[in-house]
Nanobody, 116 residues
Framework: QVDLVESGGGLVQAEDSLSLSCSVSGVPFKSVGLAWFRQAPGKEREFVAASAHFGGVTWYHNSVKGRFTISRDNTKNTAFLQMSSLKPDDTAVYYC?????????WGQGTQVTVSA
């Protein structure tokens, strides 16, 4: 069974920082691509950042470039999303996604709320 468990969400003020974690089990962690998505109330789920399983390659949505950093610790089977200079528009439920071949797995999400 594949499990992804996000943690680290909360209520912060604008310009604060917050770090999310995603603990992954049930798949060979070094072989999976990892991504963070978010979904704000009334909006579609959108891509935030991704990390390839090889070579430290990462991608970011333009709206978070320079503010968010995705990373992974292959010794702890954990992915991270370090968020800084948070804005009220970053308020959403943040989801972790693991991709291996044609299979994809999602976590349950963690709420991030940024007050003005």
């Amino acid at each position: 069974q594949v499990d992804l468990v996000e943690s680290g969400g909360g209520l912060v003020q604008a310009e604060d920082s917050l770090s999310l974690s995603c603990s992954v089990s049930g798949v060979p962690f070094k072989s999976v691509g990892l991504a963070w998505f978010r979904q704000a109330p009334g909006k579609e789920r959108e891509f935030v950042a991704a990390s390839a399983h090889f070579g430290g390659v990462t991608w970011y949505h333009n709206s978070v470039k320079g503010r968010f950093t995705i990373s992974r610790d292959n010794t702890k089977n954990t992915a991270f999303l370090q968020m800084s200079s948070l804005k009220p528009d970053d308020t959403a439920v943040y989801y972790c996604k693991a991709i291996m071949g044609r299979s994809a797995y999602w976590g349950q999400g963690t709420q991030v709320t940024v007050s003005a």
